[in-house]
């Protein structure tokens, strides 16, 4: 029997189409981006109002460093003034940071301000897990390589060295902008994750839209293989 009408727990969102928001509203890219941050905070704000325990987003994949120079450093800088800005909120509201890829080969004085940020919302309720410097091909190749030194590799010792090994199973998984590909986010994770791609821009992405992903994502039959 499937499972239907059961709640998620873990939904990640691919943040995709600030570039295009900009170039809809004759702004360069970079206004996009900060927009798309402020998106970010208005949906963390609004987490209180959802029976969520973890919230995933793409942040900054292994693959956005190919982006041209400026965009990268611009986007840098957004993320530096975001951790400066609504660190203490986080705290406030109980809500625990989590950072999933290679996140300590960033710039030092970013992954000493990660470090400070994940020590002070380690006690928070719910998580938000931030994808940065992420590409799951290569957080899967890491997680063998660590399950094969400490024994025989199974799909149970390889999973508990993935970047998300304390986070729920992952139940949904949105993209914005109408683009229908996972972009190497959370292969492993998103096996039997439920699928929603929105044709919303991310800086226009509301609590609302989530909202509305969640009620489809009720009304769907998991049937993880069975019948």
């Given amino acids: 029997m499937g499972v239907e009408g059961s709640r998620a727990r873990h939904v990640a969102i691919i943040m995709d189409g600030n570039g295009r928001w900009a170039k809809r509203h004759r702004l360069p890219r970079a206004a996009g981006h900060r927009r798309g941050v402020e998106a970010v905070r208005k949906l963390v704000r609004s987490l209180r ?4 325990e973890c919230l995933t987003l793409y942040a900054f994949s292994s693959e956005n460093w190919k982006r041209p120079v400026d965009e990268v450093d611009d986007l840098m800088t ?3 003034r975001f951790i400066r800005s609504d660190l ?12 999933v890829g290679d996140w300590r080969a960033l710039a030092p004085d970013i992954v000493a301000m990660l470090d400070d940020a994940l020590e002070r919302t380690r006690h928070g309720e719910r998580t938000l897990a931030v994808g940065l410097n992420y590409g799951a091909q290569q957080e899967i190749v890491r997680a063998a390589r660590a399950a094969a030194a400490a024994g025989p590799i199974t799909t149970e010792t390889l999973e508990a060295h993935l970047d998300t090994a304390d986070l729920p199973p992952l139940d949904l998984m ?3 902008s ?10 492993w994770q998103a096996a039997y994750a439920e699928l929603v791609f929105v044709d919303t821009l991310w800086p226009d992405f509301t609590a609302d839209m989530l909202a509305a992903a969640l009620d489809d994502f009720e009304r769907r039959e998991r049937r993880f293989g069975g019948r």
Avoid: A, P, Y
């Avoid at 109002?49 to 969520?52: H, I, R, S, T, V």
């Fill in 78 to 80: 957004l993320m530096r």
């Fill in 49 to 52: 109002g959802f029976d969520l």
């Fill in 88 to 99: 203490q909120e986080f705290v406030d509201n109980g809500v625990r940071l989590k950072i």
């Fill in 174 to 176: 949105i993209r914005t």
């Fill in 178 to 187: 109408g683009e229908m590909r996972l972009s190497n986010f959370l292969l």
